[in-house]
């Protein structure tokens, strides 16, 4: 893994990733970039913040076929959204030049809280 993936992956609140090894540093930083900002682009409609931000993306692995899986979950299982969100998620991240599909899984546990949320997040929401 080169030094840019390993230092965003070990930043407070960020969703583990997982790369594969036959790509080529160059390739492995523009997906992860490509991918981070395609996730940006999806908001909680009931939160002024992307989903990435406010740490419900829980893990991203590209697999060697540039497949990507992502263990996402919601601020609250009863989210009205629940049943739509994972595609959102799903077309987004479909926009990223080179990736050979995605699939989005909602999971539960660990369920989430408000410390998994970016500094960005808790000044946008003022939640300190």
């Known amino acids: 893994m080169n030094e840019a993936a390993v230092e ?5 609140n960020r969703p583990e990733m997982e790369y594969p090894t036959g790509l080529p540093p160059e390739e492995l930083d523009r997906l992860t970039e ?3 900002a395609a996730l940006k682009t999806v908001f909680d409609p009931e939160i002024p ?3 990435y ?3 419900l993306i829980y893990k991203i ?3 060697d076929s540039k497949f990507v899986n992502i263990d996402m979950t919601l601020t609250a ?3 009205p959204v629940a049943g739509e969100m994972p595609q959102w998620v799903e077309n987004a991240v479909n926009t990223v030049a080179g990736i050979s599909g995605v699939k989005a ?3 539960f546990d660990p369920p989430w809280d408000q410390s998994r949320m970016s500094e960005e997040a808790r000044v946008a929401l003022d939640m300190w």
């Open 53 to 55: 931000e406010l740490g």
């Open 105 to 107: 899984n909602m999971v």
């Open 49 to 51: 913040v992307d989903i």
């Open 77 to 79: 299982p009863a989210c």
């Open 34 to 36: 490509e991918l981070i």
């Open 61 to 63: 692995d590209i697999d």
């Open 8 to 12: 965003r992956d070990t930043q407070p």
